[in-house]
């Protein structure tokens, strides 16, 4: 690994690490490898949002040219957001594309995943039917992500309504997370869902 | 790219610490408006992918950046730093801007060039010494220069086959020069003043050359004889619009009259010695062409010269 890129992880990783972030929790960071390249980062969902509670996780890989290009991020922790994949985790960030700057860090670079969740930007999405459901029915939305952070990221609040649905599904031998998707993606109607599946 | 910042003695400000490379600034320079300093490269490196400033995105571009202000350049130079050969032993502290110096005559400098002492004449790298054998090293270099060498036999065959390529067109060109003669009578003018000088040029690039012995001429040479003449001639690059008539002027037969039998030769003997001569190159034979003859009476001149051929006697 170019030796810039290694200087600059290794002195950004003992940032975080002194950060009051990481003193109160709400970030996190390790290491993968011993090369640096690789690091596994963790941020709280913030307060009053439907992320709460739960703890997500990020795969951050460190490419030769960095800082010169951005660090590849994406969610290990599948959630439900409009600027995130629901299928790969890939994040709609400008800083992690044209806006990346050689200035900004790691502990930047989460931080601003972690505003991302609070304020999402619907015009831009990476999942276009998390974008959909959040435009036209918010609540639900809210709702949606809340199941899923309980569902996946450890968060405190059960929806019995959704788990009931995605256990039905699943009695008819539909893969847990297969289950959730479909029920979510038709704003959690079990019968469009069923058909989606099965069709 | 900067200083690792772990080299210097106490902290170090964070505002003489590049954005880019996290390393103490390295021959700094500023962006216009915002001030923000980096290193040299790193800036330059980071511009060439992007026109931005990396920390607050402003427009810059490469011709935009400016030399820190002298402040900024002092707090550096006073910074107090390791050797970059601490590794190696160095033990010197330095002021920053002293370290380059030190580094050029630095003794733990592990690169440092040193003459092979066992007598093979390299300058080797200190670290490389203890590994270093004179007959290996110099067998790399023939080897080296071997191959250089090949290189430039291939090349030299390869513009021979463009020279000769080139030689062809050129005879071709001069048939067609010719052609054009013929249907032309100002090209032919042009024409014959280009074959004049090829002449000139041709004879000026033969060495002069001497008869000791005028009675060793042969005025009737056979054949064979003849031919081997004509092609020295045409080797020596004999224009070929002479060639043909040069050795029909080989023999007696078609000599001037002052030249053309034995008796009017032993006459003309005190005529004939003012000749310009030229060697046929590798031959006991001379030219004596009309160009290089314009002194000589008419009836011992014929256009465009004599060929002479002797059994001995030329120097």
Known sequence: MANIAAK????????????????????????VNDSWTELQGEIAGPPDTPYEGGTFLLEIKV?????????????????????????TGAICLDILKDQWAAALTLRTVLLSI??????????????????????????LFNLTARHWTNAYAGGPTVIWEFNQKVQVLQD???????????????????????????? | MGFEIKRFQGDVDEELICPICSGVLE??????????????????????????????????????????PRILRNLLSRLCTSCDNAPHGCNAVLKLDSLASHLVECEYNPKRPMPCEAGCGLVIPKDELAEHNCVRELRALIATHQ????????????????????????????????????SNPSMRALA??????????????????????????????????????????????????????????CHERRWPPGLSSLETRQNNRRLYE?????????????????????????????????VMIFAHGIE
């Open chain 1, 63 to 87: 490419p030769e040219t960095y800082p010169f290009n951005p660090p590849k991020i994406r969610f290990m922790t599948k959630i439900w957001h409009p600027n995130v994949s629901s299928v």
């Open chain 2, 192 to 249: 014959d003043q280009m074959e004049r000088e090829e002449v000139v040029r041709w004879a000026n690039s033969l060495a002069r050359a001497r008869v000791t012995r005028w009675g060793g001429m042969i005025s009737t040479p056979d054949d064979v004889l003849q031919m081997m003449i004509k092609r020295s001639l045409s080797e020596s690059g004999c224009p070929p619009h002479i060639i043909d008539d040069l050795m029909e002027n």
């Open chain 2, 274 to 306: 003012k000749y310009v001569c030229k060697r046929v190159p590798g031959k006991q034979a001379v030219l004596v062409l009309h160009c290089d003859n314009t002194h000589v009476d008419e009836h011992m001149m014929v256009e465009p010269g004599l």
């Open chain 1, 172 to 199: 008819m031998g539909v893969d847990e997370d297969q289950a959730r998707v479909a029920l979510s993606t038709f704003d959690w109607g079990l019968e469009r869902a069923t058909e989606h599946l099965f069709s």
């Open chain 2, 147 to 182: 191959g250089k060498l090949n290189d430039y036999e291939q090349e030299l065959a390869e513009q021979r086959l463009v020279i000769n390529e080139h030689k062809r067109e050129l005879a071709l060109l001069k048939e067609f020069m010719r052609a054009m003669r013929l």
């Open chain 2, 27 to 68: 021959d700094p320079l500023q962006a216009p408006a915002c001030e923000h300093a980096f290193c040299r490269a790193c800036i330059t490196e980071w511009i060439s992918r992007q026109p931005t400033c990396p920390v607050d995105r402003q427009a810059v571009t490469a011709s935009q950046l400016r030399p820190v």
């Open chain 1, 114 to 139: 972690q505003a991302l969740l609070s304020a999402a930007e619907p015009n831009d999405p990476q999942d276009a039917v998390v974008a959909k459901q959040y435009r036209e029915d918010i609540q």
């Open chain 1, 8 to 31: 600059r992880i290794k002195r950004e990783f003992k940032e975080v690490m002194k950060s009051e972030e990481v003193a109160g929790g709400t970030i996190k960071l390790e290491l």
